[in-house]
């Protein structure tokens, strides 16, 4: 058997390393649709080798029910996940179809890692529920074991950055009572003694990190799925989906189709793992994924791998060495608690490659930058592996040895590659399909879909019996996408190839991807370019993020890394200035952007928020749709704007938006469609366009209400000038009264704008004077260059969401998927002024508003300011009186207070309401990277507390 250092010479050998530029010579994108051979997977039992293998000629597992209330297709992590707990919350008569058996095809040969700890408040609770059903929860309720092994996990960091990293983590882990510690070289040395910490900064040790084992999860799964009812059915392929159009146009799920006969339902859940496609191709849903090899491979024996440190839960010692995080001396009572425990399971992301502990071995692989696509996966793929590409593989054989050095002289025992489903930003696929009521998505799992398996299918059962998810899934959320980039085979390609090459990257928080740019762009779009934007990537949109004084940056074409034999770019002023900002400290641009945010508090800028969802809501019951939708009271005189909320049944928030009434009128314009009855016009962010467009649908459809909801993003630009100057600026360019009498905040007028005609509304996402110009996109361009000509001598500048970012948080605005989010109520967000709780009308979440304020709110959403000079961006700890009450949901600095500013939700530790008083009554530190910073407490906005600047008094 050869080493993995032979491997690797003998590749050198028969290949001349090339320039990274070009790659290991060409390789083509797709690879051959099926399985090459079969292989062993490194685990004592798979389900295949537990069954009859002729199973699979003698047709379904059991008859097919006439009818069912779910219907699961795919029996893999997720499927099984799904349907366990869809059980578990008392769903009768759910169904799941394996075309094969269950495992059969990615989970049986998954590595099974599960790692705690992710930048992600709501990831780690996924985690959590994952590791709670794996470690307690499946053989409490079946008596089997699912061959959860809590080794832990090694996290390296070989520079300051990745270390840095890590810290944020671990102070998020803080919050949810996840023990990790910081180690230095030694301390890891002690606790791994075949790594090699010469090159290391440091580790995070997680000590509950474990190994899930396929084939007894899902066996448990299974078991407590069918005991409490629900069905599973294997050998039994879905091969249609039978749509149906209700008496309201609406198409929805029928039946599930199989050659065993068909099953009647109103649910389908596609966990088809790398199938997914396929299936929604059945039923008319892009599924935007694509197929990847994927792979690990085994080494023979090693030894001195396998047992190597003592524990005690809580505070750490080992062979009585005291770790960072320890608060005090390591007792000799705690040394009496010790344990033998497996060495834990390594993920060195700087090299790219995890090595897990396997028995009396190890298992190694990575994330490649050429990684293999396969355009389709066979239907007969069952239990079934590729050859291992090593021009592929190779670059993690370096970096392995590089950490565990004996791995030179280890043998390879096998090799695992199997397919394995990407998606264009790693996240999961999930949620109500917009194309089709009744079709959910649980796939797309970027290698994750074991250690998120539990959460996330306790998340798709919650969405399916309740409308909604219990989390704030968005990041999962199939409506993320824009339904213009869902069915787009470049971008998805691009995409997703970008986002697998950079799984082990370390996440900063200004990164944007450099692949599927240029989807969407604005009317504005040449002109900023050429005055130096460098854009953000929102939704398929570029939108601006600030502007550069060295000139244009324009987003190129993506190089896939130089991989597949294209020219990697070499001089990218847009990648140079991405890359300038990989800090956790201030990015160096930071004073550009706080040249844009104080001439904005200081005269006027001119944002290009074209990017925005514009839609029209019109119709003879268009304003008993607004009433149930909007928490607020949008029905007022034509001619108001209102901001205000969208809420689930739940209280929760699923959009902050304005609403403008409109007068009815039998002429259709690009600034107002004809319509009888009422009609409203809505601004929402862009990013979250698609959530609001099938939000507000499918409470029309289900109310059934009528009236039409007309998408105009693309028709209309949105320019917004704000700032004290801005009145003057634009009193020169309208042919309308800019005075407080006539044109007060929270208005909106058609007027002219340089010649053109163009809705104003006074309006401010900044908090100043300003209006915002909603305009036909070819007039966008004329108006924009008459601002700018105007505004040259009051100081008017060009300004971007960085700026946005940091002007409204100084304001104390809300971000919806922030600060405010699905799981966030208004009334905790502070926004209960949103609210028409006063009035008598219903409104969707009106009845869960009032049950909260009835037993009083549990969390409250409160700003901080820090003094000293750090940085923070989100994740911090929350430190009151000594006890962590919550963590920081966004965070940026405010130049004109000068300070940073934070803002989380805090609890009470002891479960009670958390009151005003207990608010103002706290010592407050904010924890950042290990370190805790003081910060004061601010109930209303610590800028401009009495809102005058929006009114115009300064
Ligand atoms: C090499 C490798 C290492 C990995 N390591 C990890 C790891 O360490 N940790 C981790 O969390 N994840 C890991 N993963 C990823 C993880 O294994 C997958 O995300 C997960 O197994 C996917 O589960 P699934 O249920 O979505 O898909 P699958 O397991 O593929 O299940 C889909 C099922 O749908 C069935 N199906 C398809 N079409 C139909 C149809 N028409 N009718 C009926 N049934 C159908 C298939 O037969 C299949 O059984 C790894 C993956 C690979 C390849």
New binding site residues.
């Given amino acids: 058997m050869a080493s993995l250092s032979r491997a690797l010479r003998g590749i050198a050998a028969t290949r001349p390393r090339q320039s990274p530029a070009r790659g290991w010579g060409l390789r083509p994108l797709v690879s051959g649709p099926g399985p090459t051979s079969e292989k062993s997977v490194p685990y004592q039992r798979t389900l295949k080798e537990a069954e009859d293998a002729s199973a699979a000629a003698q047709g379904p597992s059991q008859p097919l029910p006439g009818t069912a209330s779910v219907v699961v297709?795919?029996?893999?992590?997720?499927?099984c996940q799904t349907l366990y707990h869809l059980a578990k919350l008392g769903v009768s008569g759910a169904v799941l179809?394996?075309?094969?058996r269950l495992?059969?095809?990615?989970?049986w040969?998954?590595?099974?890692?599960?790692w705690q700890l992710r930048p992600s408040d709501v990831e780690v609770e996924l985690l959590a529920h994952t590791r709670q059903v794996v470690s307690r929860e499946l053989e409490e309720e079946t008596g089997l074991h699912t061959g959860w092994i809590q080794n832990g996990g090694l996290f390296i960091a070989s520079s300051q950055q990745r270390l840095d990293e890590y810290k944020r983590l671990m102070s998020l882990g803080r919050v949810y009572g996840i023990e990790s510690h910081v180690l230095s070289p030694g301390e890891t040395k002690a606790l791994y003694p075949l790594m090699n910490v010469e090159d290391l900064y440091g580790t995070l040790y997680v000590p509950h990190d474990g190994t899930m084992d396929p084939a007894g999860t899902c066996t448990s799964l299974a078991r407590a799925a069918t005991t409490r009812g629900a069905q599973i059915i294997e050998n039994c392929?879905?091969t249609g989906i039978r749509v149906r159009t209700d008496d309201f146009g609406v198409r929805r799920v029928a039946a599930v189709e199989t050659e065993h006969g068909s099953i009647r339902t109103p649910c389908v859940i596609n966990?088809?793992?790398?199938?997914a496609r396929a299936?929604g191709r059945m039923a008319g849903v892009n599924v935007p994924l694509v197929a990847m090899h994927?792979?690990?491979v085994v080494t023979e024996r090693i030894e001195g791998i396998q047992v190597a440190m003592l524990s005690v839960s809580g505070p750490m010692c080992k062979m009585g060495l005291l770790v960072t995080g320890h608060s005090g001396r390591c007792e000799d009572e705690e040394v009496a608690q010790l344990q033998p425990e497996n060495m834990p399971n390594v993920r060195d992301h700087d090299a790219s490659v995890y090595l897990r502990l396997q028995g009396d071995a190890l298992s190694v692989?990575g994330y490649e930058t050429n990684p293999i696509f396969c355009e389709e996966v066979s239907d007969e793929f069952?239990f079934g592996l590729f050859d291992l590409d090593w021009d592929v593989f190779t670059q993690h054989i370096e970096g392995a040895i590089n950490r565990v050095p004996v791995l030179e002289k280890t043998g390879i025992k096998s090799t695992?590659c199997?397919p394995?489903s990407f998606t264009p930003d790693h996240k999961p696929l999930m949620g109500e399909a917009p194309e089709l009521r009744g079709f959910f998505l649980g796939?797309g799992?970027n290698?994750?879909?074991?250690?998120?398996g539990g959460g996330c299918g306790q998340q798709l059962a919650y969405w399916i019996v309740h409308g909604r998810p219990e989390k704030d899934m968005h990041s999962y959320d199939i409506r993320r996408f824009h339904r213009s980039l869902t069915g787009h085979g470049r971008w998805i390609r691009e995409r997703s190839h970008e986002a697998y090459a950079k799984n082990y990257s370390v996440v900063f928080p200004h990164d944007e991807p450099l692949a599927g740019r240029n989807m969407r762009t604005g009317p504005l779009h040449e002109e900023l370019r050429a005055r130096g934007c460098v854009f953000q990537e929102r939704h398929g949109w570029e939108r601006p993020g600030w502007f550069s004084a060295q000139g244009p940056a324009p987003v190129l074409p993506y190089d896939y890394c130089g991989a597949y034999g294209h020219r990697a770019r070499e001089d990218y002023a847009y990648g140079r200035l991405l890359g300038q900002e990989y800090t956790f400290s201030f990015p160096p641009h930071h004073d550009v952007i706080k040249k844009e945010c104080l001439a904005c508090r200081g005269a006027a800028a001119v944002f290009d928020m074209s990017y925005f969802g514009k839609f029209f809501l019109v119709g003879p019951d268009a304003r008993k749709a607004a009433d149930w939708l909007f928490s607020a009271d949008v029905s007022r005189p034509p001619g108001s704007t209102v901001y205000t909320c969208m809420l689930n049944h739940r209280g929760g928030t699923e959009s902050d938006l304005t609403v403008s009434r409109l007068a009815p009128g039998p002429q259709a314009s690009p600034l107002a469609p004809a319509f009888e009855g009422d009609g409203y016009y809505l601004a929402v962010g862009g990013a979250a366009a698609q959530h609001n467009w099938s939000h507000i649908r499918t409470v029309l459809q289900d109310r059934k209400f009528r009236c039409q909801l007309i998408d105009s993003s693309e028709d209309l630009g949105l320019i917004s000038v704000q700032g004290p100057a801005s009145r003057a600026v634009l009193q020169e360019l309208l042919e309308a009264d800019l005075s407080d009498d006539a044109f007060p905040f929270s208005t909106h007028k058609l007027v002219r704008a340089a010649g053109h005609l163009v809705r104003a509304v006074r309006l401010s996402f900044v908090g100043e004077l300003g209006w915002e110009l909603h305009a036909p996109r070819p007039s966008c361009l004329p108006v924009y260059q008459a601002l700018m000509t105007a505004g040259a001598k009051h100081g008017l500048v060009n300004a971007g969401y960085r700026a946005i970012d940091s002007l409204s948080i100084e304001k104390g605005y809300r971000h919806w998927h922030a600060d405010l989010r699905a799981d966030d109520s208004p009334l905790e967000a502070g926004l209960a002024f949103t609210c028409k709780l006063k009035s008598s009308v219903p409104f969707l979440g009106r009845e869960a508003l009032e049950k909260q304020r009835a037993e009083g709110l549990r969390r409250r959403l409160v700003g901080f300011t820090v003094d000293e000079k750090v940085s923070m961006f989100g994740l911090e700890a929350i430190w009151r009186n000594g006890q962590v009450v919550g963590h920081v949901r966004r965070a940026d600095f405010g130049f004109t207070i000068n300070k940073t500013l934070a803002y989380g939700y805090i609890r009470d530790p002891s479960g009670g309401p958390v009151s005003l008083d207990f608010v103002k009554s706290g010592d407050y530190a904010l924890e950042r990277m290990g370190v805790t910073h003081a910060a004061q407490a601010h109930l209303k906005s610590p800028f401009d507390p009495d809102n005058k600047r929006v009114k115009g008094v300064y």
Avoid: D, K, N, Q
């Fill in positions: 297709i795919g029996g893999g992590s997720l499927g179809l394996e075309r094969e495992t059969s095809g990615t989970t040969h998954t590595a099974g890692l599960l392929p879905v966990c088809a793992g790398v199938w299936v994927h792979a690990y692989g069952a695992v199997g394995e796939c799992f290698s994750a879909g074991m250690m998120l």
